[in-house]
C-alpha cells in the first residue's frame, strides 16, 4: 500500500507561483540596442553609418518579422527569439547566418547570446 502525504502537494500546489524566475525580460535600452545590432548585421548600418559594408546583404523587410522576444538570465546570457514568416532566410544553409549573427552580437556585447528563429505563423 503506497501512502501518500497531502499535505506536502498541498504545501507545493500553493507555492507553484513563488519559485524563482530563471530568466527576465531585458531593459528596453538593450532591446533597442540587440534590434539595431540585428539591423547592421544584416544591412550594414544603423542609422549613422552610411557606407558601411554587410556580409550579408538582406534587407530586414525581406524576413517580416512580427515579434522579438529577449530574454535575461542571472548568469548574464541573453535569450533572444525571433518571430518571423521566413525563418529559413535567417537560419541560413546549415545555420551558417543565425550562428553568424549569434557570435557577431556576443562579441560586441561580451556576453553570451543566443538566438533562435520560430516561424510566426501569421498566415496559417
Not at 502525504?5 to 530568466?23: C, G, I, T
Not at 525563418?87 to 553568424?100: E, F, P, S, Y
Request: aromatic share 12%.
Amino acid at each position: 500500500m503506497i501512502k501518500i502525504d497531502f499535505s506536502k502537494l498541498w504545501f507545493n500546489f500553493q507555492n507553484r507561483n513563488k519559485a524563482p524566475r530563471l530568466k527576465k525580460e531585458c531593459s528596453i535600452e538593450l532591446q533597442l540596442k540587440l534590434k539595431k545590432m540585428f539591423r547592421h548585421f544584416f544591412e550594414g548600418f544603423d542609422g549613422t553609418e552610411k557606407d558601411s559594408i554587410s556580409k550579408y546583404p538582406i534587407s530586414i523587410q525581406k524576413f517580416q518579422i512580427t515579434k522579438f522576444e529577449i530574454y535575461e538570465f542571472p548568469d548574464g546570457h541573453i535569450e533572444m527569439k525571433i518571430y518571423l514568416c521566413k525563418a529559413g532566410l535567417l537560419i541560413g544553409k546549415n545555420g551558417r547566418t543565425i550562428n553568424d549573427l549569434s557570435k557577431y552580437m556576443s562579441k560586441v556585447l561580451d556576453r553570451n547570446i543566443m538566438i533562435t528563429a520560430e516561424d510566426s505563423k501569421l498566415w496559417e
